[in-house]
């Protein structure tokens, strides 16, 4: 068997292996870029959001009532994260985190209401995108069949251009049709070729969301760092109220820390606040520039909880080399999503990931079938 055969079956049994969790990262990724739009879509008419609404102090106000309200409603839960969509401002999500569960609201700012977002709607959808519902088992299979798309990719190109021992390129391959017209072939193999850039940045930093906490550690330690944490936090830092208190008796409010965000950085607005809830007491807001079009934070900080002082910053564009680390970690989310290029980046993404759906997988699974059926027939033919 030569260098190509042997790649070429390697190519395909591979993706046979991961066909499904495959098939299920992808289907439940596409509909995650569209989350916002299918969540307004799927709402009830009296929870219909006027997505023109710009956040302004009532609005604030009335967002800090709501969240009294559901902890009043929710009084074993904590508020963990308060979540501002990036394409509806007016409707902010609220997390909690429970004894047994995590929560999630919807506050409807218009319509003064607030409602929950049920397991079944795209917390399902995310859970299967990330674990396939099988727990820490499903995180490693979704991080494996990752790995082997990044492998198929790698191999995919070398057969593309290698046939048997000869490298061949011309124009003519990278034509959708081939001189004889449309070849279903030929068509699986184009697309793949064109996909592959943004097909490597998603795979990659899906990997790497995978096993985040392992990569981020294995980061931190080849830059001498003890943990994958800024350097100023990585002292305990002190609570200044007796643990035997409540934690967030004492915490300065949310609506301070909105406050806070308008008075010193007046030209970025809030996508999210990580609200403290350890005995180190820190808030994490992150922050995007408003004339800047993509739908991810580029600047984080680090605020102590009780005073909101400003414990870290890091700016994902102009970070330094000690906090690459952490700039990595702000453009993650942004380049496996594509959020990061704005609306462009989202659609192109979703463009790629419906492409590699039906011209890779379902496609790929077609003309392998078809071979099959091809060589079979040919076998019952010379045993007559």
């Avoid at 299967?128 to 191999?155: D, K, P, Q, Y």
């Avoid at 981020?216 to 002190?238: D, F, I, R, V, W």
């Amino acid at each position: 068997m030569n260098f190509y055969l042997f790649f070429r079956k390697l190519h395909l049994y591979s993706t046979l292996v991961a066909i499904i969790p495959l098939a299920i990262i992808s289907v439940t990724g596409l509909l995650l870029s569209f989350e916002a739009e299918i969540t307004q879509w799927q709402a009830e008419e009296r929870h219909e959001n006027d997505a023109q609404f710009i956040l302004a102090p009532e609005a604030l106000d009335a967002l800090h009532l709501h969240t009294e309200q559901i902890l009043e409603e929710n009084p074993q839960c904590k508020l963990t994260y308060i979540r501002h969509d990036i394409e509806a401002e007016s409707l902010p999500w609220i997390y909690l985190s429970c004894p047994e569960e995590r929560k999630k609201f919807v506050v409807n700012l218009n319509t003064n209401q607030h409602y929950p977002l049920e397991k079944e709607g795209f917390q399902l959808i995310l859970d299967l995108h990330r674990t396939l519902l099988l727990g820490n088992v499903g995180r490693n299979l979704v991080g494996i069949a990752t790995l082997i798309i990044i492998f198929n990719i790698i191999s995919g190109l070398a057969l593309w251009f290698i046939r048997g021992k000869k490298i061949k390129l011309d124009k003519d391959k990278f034509k959708i049709t081939t001189r004889s017209g449309l070849s279903l072939r030929h068509l699986h193999s184009v697309v793949a070729l064109y996909l592959t850039p943004i097909l490597l940045i998603i795979s990659l930093t899906g990997v790497s969301w995978t096993w985040r906490s392992e990569i981020y550690q294995g980061l931190a330690y080849l830059q001498n760092k003890e943990q994958a944490m800024p350097a100023m936090l990585t002292q305990a830092h002190s609570n200044p109220y007796d643990q035997s208190m409540n934690l967030h008796a004492h915490m300065a409010s949310t609506k301070s820390v909105y406050k806070k965000i308008a008075q010193d950085y007046p030209q970025y607005k809030i996508l999210g606040i990580s609200i403290a809830k350890t005995p180190t007491a820190l808030m994490t807001v992150r922050l995007k520039e408003k004339t800047n079009l993509a739908f991810t934070p580029h600047l984080y900080l680090s605020l102590d909880a009780y005073t909101l002082e400003e414990l870290y910053k890091t700016d994902g564009w102009q970070a330094d080399v000690e906090d690459s680390i952490y700039s990595y970690r702000i453009m993650q989310y942004g380049l496996h999503t594509g959020f990061l290029f704005g609306t462009a980046g989202k659609i192109l993404w979703a463009i790629c990931d419906l492409l590699f759906i039906a011209c890779i997988l379902a496609l790929g699974i077609y003309l392998w079938l078809k071979r099959r059926s091809v060589d079979t027939k040919s076998k019952l033919k010379s045993t007559r």
